[in-house]
């Protein structure tokens, strides 16, 4: 069966999402597993010491992967909290509400590898320079965005506001990445860049990537448990789900 | 790691207990919804309402 020949907004339905979602997870878990066992043994084991920063410099295989998830996960949510507020579509909302927690937990990880990075690199563990700040903004936002979301009962007024703190809060992402060009700043620039050539040897850019795509399936798989659970809670009074529960 | 070890296993250490405590919270979120459905009486009851 070719892709064109699926039927995608067949799985805009909770009713048809909810099994589909549920197939996938166990693979995806294995997939994770492999993934994080690889990108660990690479980081570790293979991935030379760095001559400038020593052994120190292996928080980049987890920093910046959870960097980079913490931003996907936030415009993904945005554009899934989008979706759901223009075309009433009730799935794309509570895929939003599920990504926030992950986006949370990246950006989180993301501040405390920095912090842990920049003691022994800068000799501080934190300075109030634009790629930290704006982070850690990104941080309030998803913080925002759940709190406002569980201070809502009525689940599709919250969606809406969600929505709009989403759609609002998405300008601080060009502002995380292009912060280190714009101001003088203590964090390095961009190690790798989509049009010019990584300048990181090839084993220490396969650990990243490795864990990058470890974090993707994490992230996936995490998500996907969390819409059925909130499928399963918002629901609850349709026949469908008793049927697919059981 | 050449005196930076408490910098990298702490970064390591915190991404995997913020990870795994994730995956544990899920879990016990998916047990509590299974009670949840095949009790009646909290069956009806609103999760979010029941949370506050």
């Not at chain 1, 292009?178 to 003088?184: A, E, H, I, L, R």
Request: hydrophobic share 55%; aromatic share 14%.
């Amino acid at each position: 069966m070719s892709v064109r020949s699926i039927n995608w907004y067949k799985y805009a339905a909770p009713a048809n999402f909810y099994p589909l979602a549920g197939k996938m997870i166990p693979s995806l878990t294995g997939i994770t597993a492999v993934l994080f066992i690889m990108g660990l043994y690479l980081s570790f084991f293979v991935a030379p010491t760095d001559f400038q920063q020593g052994e120190a410099y292996r928080i980049i295989f987890i920093h910046v992967p959870a960097a980079w998830m913490g931003m996907f996960l936030y415009v993904l949510m945005a554009v899934y909290a989008g979706l759901g507020w223009a075309f009433n579509a009730r799935l794309a909302s509570m895929m939003a509400t599920a990504i926030s927690t992950t986006g949370a937990v990246f950006t989180f990880i993301s501040l405390v590898t920095g912090a842990l990075w920049g003691r022994p690199a800068w000799g501080v563990y934190w300075v109030w320079d634009a790629r930290m700040t704006s982070t850690l903004i990104l941080m309030f936002l998803y913080v925002g965005f759940i709190s406002l979301q569980s201070s809502i009962d009525d689940p599709r007024r919250a969606d809406r506001a969600g929505a709009v703190l989403a759609l609002v809060g998405l300008i601080n992402i060009p502002i995380i990445y292009f912060s280190v060009q714009w101001w003088n700043s203590l964090h390095q620039g961009a190690t790798i860049r989509i049009a010019n050539k990584p300048t990181m040897a090839p084993t220490m850019l396969a650990a990243m990537l490795i864990l990058l795509a470890a974090c993707w399936m994490y992230s996936i798989a995490v998500v996907l448990v969390r819409v059925r659970c909130i499928i399963r809670e918002r629901e609850r009074e349709a026949p469908w789900l008793a049927e697919a529960v059981a | 790691m050449g005196g930076y070890g408490a910098y990298v296993w702490g970064s390591y250490g915190v991404t995997f207990v913020l990870l795994g405590g994730e995956v544990l919270m899920l879990l016990k979120r998916k047990r509590d919804l299974a009670k949840r459905e095949t009790s009646p009486r909290l069956a009806t009851r609103n999760p979010k309402l029941e949370a506050s």
